[in-house]
């Protein structure tokens, strides 16, 4: 053997000393029989008219897991016989040459093996990942997701059981612009790795993309808890599949921070919710981001949160409403970009609407819906106050009174001082009925006080 | 009317007794109830409305107690009306210019520039600014409070600023009332030395001899045909009393 061994590398070194063959390849006596032709470029045409080059890779063979047998041994051919085959196509030479493999690795490492082997030819060969003549123990391919890559930047695809056919096949300049590029694929792949592969089953998709959305919450668990209160997942859990999951906003190989793009945020909404986000695009809000690239004006998110946002029809998300604008409408700062007021909101507080809201929260129920800055502004098609045909407009206005005051006419929406503090210009009446109670009440009082404390000292002085 | 017993003169019948009584009741609901929804920022006005069972339980209760109060208040000043106009009643508390007089006068002789208070008659200048403030400002909040309890119907007639100017008259007035009562009142009728620990008058009906000649000595020369101008025959029964 070690005979044959030093021989064959004299032989290699005497017969190819241009090829650069390194000193630790080894080619056998009856490989360089097959050597003497293959390593001279020629070409193989197969039927459907596709060429493969024949030539042999010297070097990337000496370094294969392989180097210690012979050319024959896979290939079946020696220096006597040498049969012409014919195939149809490249491929389906590969799928015949690749059954070889299988004479001597009888036994499949992982059920992925067994399952990829078993649709064979169609499917994938062994070759596909681990090479031919450059084959090598696997976990030498590659380190780390490279290792998981190596299969997976093939063009492979899963069938679902409904038919459904997702690609499996993963663009790595993808991976590497994602949040996640440090991770690797176990990280959110929990059960693979290296040694394992199991083969699992599902029935769609969906259901995958499911399933998978669950690796999230190991590491964001804050998140993830805050979803189980969200209407999404509620939406789920009573059967809607289409309900999305983490993935569905945040993407799954291309997963980037969410926070980044307001504009790229309202757009992930748009998916399942179209005619609200075409109504949202015409407001003032949704005009200023996208026309001006305005990053102050709140997105869905700012007012439906993003992972525990509820029901907007419910009561309760009705009543938060005005601290939502507040948020922003409160804001001095902010608002002074913009020569707004600060003040709507408290003049909503403390009026009849903002007073009644507030003991309504703190008594923890609504008895009657109460109007908030939505009814009058509106929701999704929010427009400047002096926009025209805006819906503040006293016209307009007295049909969203009659909403809940079925008796107002023409003149009720005067009774609302329109978020102004009264003043002369705004209010005059109110301001001045303010104003002389501001007089005399601390003129009575104090002259009343002071009548009193005359007559206590008189009734002391008299004693 | 009025009786005159061993040292005591009957000054109220039973029926202006019920009436000051319910009238302070109503009152008092009325201010726990509006007070907390003006002053609806405070922990204190906040743990009242939860405790009466919520925002609209106390509107309701401040809304029909203020009902009751214009069923006080209306018929009062209509009877009176009546009384005065066909019943020749006395109109003793009809403000006269001697009340603006007597209180100037009392203010001076607090401050030493005077010998003798104000003779008073029947009602004296402080009862007649309690009643016709409670007679004024009640109307004011009847009308005001109606406005603001039918806000729609109230703007079919009227422009729509009256009904902040309503809800601006109807809070700020209340705050005065409650302010005037608390203060004066209660003053009066409570810590006043002449009367602490209290004023029993509005319970009893009758008021004593001492305290009439002292505080109503123009209704009881009236009353009693006497004369208690020269300063005799004042100083005489006040000796007698203090002794």
Not at chain 1, 44 to 64: C, I, M, P, Q
Not at chain 1, 96 to 103: E, G, I, L, N, Y
Not at chain 1, 423 to 451: E, T
Not at chain 2, 52 to 75: C, E, Q, S, V, W
Request: proline share 4%.
């Amino acid at each position: 053997m070690l005979c044959r061994y030093v021989l064959g590398i004299l032989l290699v070194l005497a017969a190819f000393p241009s090829n650069g063959f390194s000193a630790e390849s080894s080619v056998s006596a009856a490989d360089q029989t097959c050597m003497m032709c293959h390593s001279q470029e020629q070409d193989l045409t197969f039927d459907a008219g596709e060429k493969v080059s024949l030539k042999v890779n010297t070097e990337e063979l000496g370094r294969s897991v392989h180097r210690i047998i012979s050319c024959s041994d896979c290939h079946g051919f020696t220096a006597d016989q040498h049969p012409k085959r014919t195939f149809k196509n490249h491929r389906q030479y590969t799928a015949f040459s690749a059954k070889v493999c299988t004479q001597c690795h009888v036994s499949h490492k992982t059920k992925i093996h067994e399952k990829l082997l078993s649709q064979s030819p169609k499917g994938t060969v062994c070759s596909d990942c681990h090479g031919f003549h450059s084959i090598q123990r696997a976990r030498e391919l590659s380190k780390g997701n490279h290792y998981c890559l190596n299969c997976h930047q093939r063009e492979l695809s899963i069938t679902f059981k409904t038919g459904e056919k997702q690609s499996i096949h993963i663009n790595e300049s993808i991976l590497n612009i994602s949040v996640h590029k440090n991770l690797s694929c176990t990280d959110c792949h929990f059960g693979f790795s290296s040694e394992e592969h199991p083969l699992r089953i599902f029935k769609s998709k969906r259901d995958y993309s499911i399933a998978m959305s669950e690796s999230c919450r190991r590491c964001h668990f804050d998140k993830y808890s805050r979803t189980l209160e969200g209407i999404h997942y509620n939406l789920l859990t009573h059967g809607n599949l289409n309900a999305p999951v983490c993935t569905d906003c945040h993407g799954a190989h291309s997963v980037y921070s969410g926070r980044k793009e307001k504009l790229a945020n309202a757009k992930k909404c748009e998916r399942c919710h179209p005619e609200v986000y075409k109504v949202y695009t015409q407001s003032v809000h949704g005009g200023a981001l996208i026309l001006e690239h305005n990053e102050d004006v709140p997105i869905c998110s700012d007012c439906h949160k993003a992972h525990d946002m509820t029901d907007p029809r419910t009561t309760d998300f009705r009543n938060a409403v005005p601290q939502m604008c507040g948020n922003c409408h409160a804001d001095k700062d902010l608002m002074k970009k913009y020569g707004l007021s600060t003040a709507v909101v408290d003049t909503y507080l403390q009026d009849f609407h903002g007073v009644t809201l507030k003991f309504y929260k703190q008594q923890g129920k609504s008895v009657k819906p109460i109007a908030v800055c939505i009814d009058c502004h509106g929701i999704h098609d929010i427009t400047k106050v002096n926009a025209p045909n805006a819906p503040m407009i006293k016209a307009n206005l007295v049909k969203r009174c009659q909403k809940c005051h079925p008796a107002a006419t023409a003149n009720f929406p005067d009774s609302w001082v329109s978020h102004y503090k009264p003043s002369l210009k705004k209010a005059p009446l109110v301001y001045m009925i303010n104003f002389g109670y501001k007089v005399f009440i601390p003129f009575m009082i104090i002259g009343l006080i002071l009548q009193i404390i005359l007559h206590i000292w008189r009734y002391a002085v008299n004693r | 009317m009025k009786k005159f017993g061993d040292e005591y003169i009957r000054r109220f019948s039973s029926a202006r007794i019920i009436e000051h009584w319910l009238n302070a009741i109503v009152f008092a609901v009325l201010v726990l109830t509006g007070l907390s929804q003006k002053f609806h920022d405070y922990s204190a006005a906040q743990w009242i409305v939860m405790t009466l069972g919520g925002i609209d339980a106390t509107r309701i209760i401040h809304r029909y107690t203020g009902i009751i109060f214009a069923g006080l208040t209306i018929p009062h000043i209509l009877a009176a009306s009546f009384g005065f106009l066909f019943l020749k009643w006395q109109p003793s508390i009809i403000i006269h210019k001697n009340d603006f007089r007597d209180a100037i006068v009392n203010i001076r002789y607090y401050l030493g520039l005077e010998e003798h208070p104000a003779r008073c008659d029947r009602f004296d200048y402080k009862q007649k600014f309690e009643y016709w403030g409670v007679v004024v400002g009640g109307i004011l909040m009847i009308v005001t409070g109606a406005l603001l309890w039918i806000p729609t119907v109230a703007a079919r007639f009227l422009p729509g600023e009256f009904i902040p100017a309503a809800k601006a008259l109807h809070t700020n007035e209340a705050l005065l009332a409650f302010l005037v009562i608390v203060i004066w009142h209660i003053y009066n009728a409570v810590f006043s030395p002449e009367v602490f620990p209290i004023d029993t008058v509005m319970f009893t009906g009758k008021i004593s001899k001492e305290r009439m000649i002292h505080e109503h000595p123009l209704e009881y020369e009236r009353l009693f045909g006497v004369s208690l101008k020269s300063p005799e025959d004042e100083n005489a029964p006040e000796e007698r009393t203090t002794t």
